[in-house]
Nanobody, 126 residues
Framework: QVQLAESGGGLVKAGGSLEVSCAAS????????MAWFRQAPGKEREFVAG????????RYADSLEDRFFISTDNAENTVYLRMDSLKPEDTAVYYC???????????????????WGRGTQVTVSS
């Protein structure tokens, strides 16, 4: 059973950058999609970015594509999310997740992912 563990969150000033990471253990990610979601207080969990483990196809939330970048280190079984030009509205708990199905799709829906990390808090001060 794959387990995911996020790290790297913290407090950053508006305009700054931060990179969070997600280490996978206990199984192979080959053929799956890995994604980052975020959830702000009082809001639903939302898709941020996804990347296929093989091929490296990516997909981003429309409003974030120019500031966020998802990458993977396949040898280290780790997924990264680099966030630039951070805004206070980016404040949220950031989660990584593994897709339920293998393939080339990068789903946006929470229900299409079956394994989640516990999340890492990112706080952007104004």
């Amino acid at each position: 059973q794959v387990q995911l563990a996020e790290s790297g969150g913290g407090l950053v000033k508006a305009g700054g950058s931060l990179e969070v990471s997600c280490a996978a253990s206990g199984g192979s990610l080959s053929g799956y999609t890995m994604a980052w979601f975020r959830q702000a207080p009082g809001k639903e969990r939302e898709f941020v970015a996804g990347r296929t483990w093989i091929g490296g196809n990516t997909r981003y939330a429309d409003s974030l594509e120019d500031r966020f970048f998802i990458s993977t280190d396949n040898a280290e079984n780790t997924v990264y999310l680099r966030m630039d030009s951070l805004k206070p509205e980016d404040t949220a708990v950031y989660y990584c997740a593994k897709s339920k199905s293998r393939g080339w799709a990068i789903p946006l829906e929470v229900d299409e992912y079956d394994i989640w990390g516990r999340g890492t808090q990112v706080t952007v001060s104004s």
